[in-house]
């Protein structure tokens, strides 16, 4: 079964701080990766996603992630992080049919940003 | 946003009775998730269904059932709640050629 790391359980960054979320997965094949945002008290929404092709994938609020197959990382980052980024981070991998026919989910790396 | 609806939104409900969690989505997605979310534990997979009456059980399926007789309803049924089901319960669709995941707001289940 596939399984997602997420090293940091908690970070706090200052606002306009750059920011680097560590996302390791296990997967055998080229995996289907996706990263969700949930702010407190809402439901999880999606800030992209990588399938394949360009290994640097651009999401919504300025997000990218870099797929690294040698190190089995994807790695979520911001140049310079808003206040309203403060929220948790969820890493995940599609599995099943398809390659994304149901996601396993990293345990969340929750944000707090100082002004 | 994949215009999904959970109901109730919150509930306290006591050990020993059953409880009925309803996702309705509105796009017509073939598939449909019951995940819970836990401090520590991140999202797990309750059950899913990748069409009409088709389910199947996922990582954390025990003590809990599903339905599915339409395309937009997915039921979620605690048989006999336990404490240990105090959650937050999130539904999510997918459509079969998007392969993105789009989830509900959640709901809030605590178990006297």
């Known amino acids: 079964a596939q399984s997602v790391t997420q090293p940091d359980i908690h970070i706090t960054v200052s606002e306009g701080a750059s920011l680097e979320l560590r996302c390791n997965y296990s997967?055998?094949?080229?995996?289907?990766l996706f990263w969700y945002v949930q702010s407190p008290g809402q439901g999880l929404q999606l800030l992209l996603k990588?399938?394949?092709?360009?290994?640097l994938v651009q999401g919504i609020k300025g997000f990218e992630a870099e797929f690294k197959r040698s190190q089995s990382s994807f790695n979520l980052r911001k140049p310079s992080v808003h206040w309203s980024d403060a929220a948790e981070y969820f890493c995940a991998v599609g599995e099943g049919r398809g390659g994304s026919e149901k996601l396993v989910f990293g345990k969340g790396t929750k944000l707090t940003v100082n002004p | 946003d994949a215009g999904i609806t959970q109901s109730p939104r919150h509930k306290v409900t006591e050990t020993g009775t059953p409880v009925t969690l309803r996702c309705h989505q509105t796009?017509?997605?073939?598939?449909m998730y019951w995940y819970r979310q836990d401090p520590g534990h991140g999202l797990r997979l309750i059950h899913y269904?990748?069409?009409?009456?088709?389910?199947d059980k996922g990582e954390v399926s025990d003590g809990y059932s599903v339905s599915r007789s339409k395309t937009e309803d997915f039921l979620l049924t605690l048989e006999s709640a336990t404490s240990s089901q105090t959650s937050v319960y999130f539904c999510?669709?997918?459509?079969?050629?998007?392969?993105?995941?789009?989830f509900g707001e959640g709901s809030w289940l605590t178990v006297v």
């Open positions: 269904s990748y069409g009409v009456k088709d389910t």
């Open positions: 990588y399938f394949s092709g360009d290994t």
């Open positions: 997967y055998g094949a080229t995996p289907y």
């Open positions: 999510a669709s997918r459509d079969s050629s998007g392969n993105t995941i789009y």
């Open positions: 796009e017509n997605h073939r598939y």
